[in-house]
């Protein structure tokens, strides 16, 4: 299959800086901001982005964030101010794809790359630095517009204005909200997500562990 969903509104990338917030002080790179021209997208990152805590992000299944402008839209009806592209610390904003409803194990081409979709974003306390609400992750998480991390299947560059085309979608059927809604909230459901193959491994361990509190009820 090859369906185009979209395009690419902007490529976005970011460098540590250390911030404190509700009594922590760490380093985070969720500060991204728009480049132009064509960018690089090789190993595991967008050249020029910087994750600056290497055990919560990056790495093969979360080397690349994406996020739809449509729901940046609906954030900025509910919280009644401009975020625009990059606030949610997205390297790809997209526009006309939804991102929130993706099969996990999807596969995009996206200018020269070919992207996998690996798993939904489970927000952590950075989420609420960066929307300076320390509510906002448990606003994130009820909203269900979780985004996609995405795997670097193919490398190549992107380029603001790409189209986003929709190369391969696996039968199981299982979306990014769907696994946010079984980890939220339906957790007795946490087996479905071992059927799901390409879903990353820490979401897969969090499932064999529920499976276990289940068994033993």
Same mark, same amino acid.
Request: proline share 6%; net charge neutral; with cysteine.
């Given at each position: 299959?090859?369906?185009?969903?979209?395009?690419?509104?902007?490529?976005?990338?970011?460098?540590?800086?250390?911030?404190?917030?509700?009594?922590?002080?760490?380093?985070?790179?969720?500060?991204?901001?728009?480049?132009?021209?064509?960018?690089?997208?090789?190993?595991?990152?967008?050249?020029?982005?910087?994750?600056?805590?290497?055990?919560?992000?990056? /790495?093969?299944?979360?080397?690349?964030?994406?996020?739809?402008?449509?729901?940046?839209?609906?954030?900025?009806?509910?919280?009644?101010?401009? &975020? %625009?592209? /990059?606030?949610? %610390?997205?390297? &790809?904003?997209?526009? /006309? !794809?939804?991102?929130?409803?993706?099969?996990?194990?999807?596969?995009?081409? !996206?200018?020269?790359?070919?992207?996998?979709?690996?798993? $939904?974003?489970?927000?952590?306390?950075?989420?609420?630095?960066?929307?300076?609400?320390?509510?906002?992750?448990?606003?994130?998480?009820?909203?269900?517009?979780?985004?996609?991390? &995405?795997?670097?299947?193919?490398?190549?560059?992107?380029?603001?204005?790409?189209?986003?085309?929709?190369?391969?979608? $696996?039968?199981?059927?299982?979306? &990014?909200?769907? !696994?946010?809604?079984?980890?939220?909230?339906?957790?007795?459901?946490?087996?479905?997500?071992?059927?799901?193959?390409?879903?990353?491994?820490?979401?897969?361990?969090?499932?064999?562990?529920?499976?276990?509190?289940?068994?033993?009820?």
């Amino acid at each position: 299959m090859s369906d185009h969903a979209g395009r690419v509104l902007s490529v976005n990338v970011g460098k540590p800086r250390m911030i404190e917030w509700m009594g922590q002080t760490a380093p985070t790179s969720i500060w991204k901001s728009p480049v132009t021209g064509r960018v690089h997208v090789r190993g595991v990152n967008i050249v020029g982005d910087v994750q600056a805590d290497r055990q919560a992000h990056g /790495g093969p299944d979360k080397a690349v964030y994406s996020y739809a402008s449509e729901d940046t839209e609906w954030w900025e009806s509910q919280l009644g101010r401009v &975020l %625009g592209p /990059g606030a949610f %610390g997205e390297n &790809l904003t997209l526009e /006309g !794809v939804d991102v929130s409803g993706a099969v996990v194990g999807e596969r995009w081409e !996206v200018g020269s790359v070919l992207f996998e979709v690996a798993q $939904p974003r489970v927000p952590c306390w950075k989420l609420g630095a960066r929307m300076n609400d320390p509510a906002f992750p448990d606003l994130f998480l009820t909203a269900r517009r979780p985004g996609a991390y &995405l795997r670097i299947l193919r490398e190549g560059d992107v380029e603001a204005g790409d189209a986003v085309r929709i190369m391969y979608r $696996p039968s199981h059927g299982m979306t &990014l909200r769907r !696994v946010i809604d079984i980890y939220d909230s339906e957790r007795e459901r946490a087996p479905e997500l071992l059927q799901v193959p390409e879903l990353a491994e820490p979401l897969k361990a969090w499932a064999r562990r529920r499976l276990s509190y289940i068994s033993r009820r």
